[in-house]
């Protein structure tokens, strides 16, 4: 059974940071693109960045370059997210997801989401005073 399973996500002030957390299972690790979304109300879902396990390049949104760092422990099937200096438009609940590279590149995967293949179930992020 394929497994996303997100953590870490919770209330942070402005200014303050967060670590989230995919633990993945179910599939070969190294033969996916792995991407973190984000989907605020009434919002529709946007790519915040994404990762190759394989030869660790990665793939940021502009909004979030500089702020955020994600990286892969590929011994422990994981991918984190470090964000810092959160900001209240950071809000949003955070999905991690998996493509295939037979179907997509990482560098697609944050534009498309019709190339991702998993999905995790999603981890609130609010960031408020």
């Known amino acids: 059974e394929v497994q996303l399973v997100e953590s870490g996500g919770g209330l942070v002030q402005p200014g303050g940071s967060l670590r989230l957390s995919c633990a993945a299972s179910g599939f070969t690790f190294g033969d996916y693109a792995i991407g973190w979304f984000r989907q605020a109300p009434g919002k529709e879902r946007e790519g915040v960045s994404a990762i190759s396990p394989p030869d660790g390049s990665t793939y940021y949104a502009a909004s979030v370059r500089g702020r955020f760092t994600i990286s892969s422990d590929n011994a422990k099937n994981t991918v984190y997210l470090q964000m810092n200096s959160l900001k209240p438009e950071d809000t949003a609940v955070y999905y991690c997801?998996?493509?295939?590279?037979?179907?997509?590149?990482?560098?697609?995967?944050?534009?498309?989401?019709?190339?991702?293949?998993?999905w995790g179930q999603g981890t609130q992020v609010t960031v408020s005073s």
């Open positions: 997801a998996a493509g295939s590279f037979e179907r997509i590149t990482t560098a697609q995967i944050m534009r498309n989401l019709n190339g991702v293949d998993y």
